[in-house]
Nanobody, 123 residues
């Protein structure tokens, strides 16, 4: 059973930066595409970014493009989300997950969700 644990969230002022990590255990991690999603209070969980198993392809939501960078270290079974120039609208619980379907940006194609890490951006 693959297990994911997110970390790195916190409270930051607008314009600041955070780096989220997602550590995987329990199963081979390197062959899977991975994704980051977020869920704000009262809203549905939405796609943020994804990366293929060899880092050959990365995808971003339009709302974070140019500000966020996804990466992975397969030797450490970890993926990262570097978030720069944070905005109050980035406030949400951020989740990582494993892609088990065919699409990189669709929530229903992901499984093995972590417990999430809270990111709060103050104005």
């Amino acid at each position: 059973q693959l297990q994911l644990v997110e970390s790195g969230g916190g409270l930051v002022q607008a314009g600041g930066s955070l780096r989220l990590s997602c550590a995987a255990s329990g199963r081979t991690f390197s062959s899977y595409a991975m994704g980051w999603f977020r869920q704000a209070p009262g809203k549905e969980r939405e796609f943020v970014s994804a990366i293929t198993w060899n880092s050959g392809n990365t995808v971003y939501a339009d709302s974070v493009k140019g500000r966020f960078t996804i990466s992975r270290d397969n030797a450490k079974n970890t993926i990262f989300l570097q978030m720069n120039t944070l905005k109050p609208e980035d406030t949400a619980v951020y989740y990582c997950a494993v892609r088990v379907g065919s699409r990189l940006t669709s929530r229903i194609d992901y499984d093995y969700w972590g417990q999430g890490t809270q990111v709060t951006v103050s104005s």
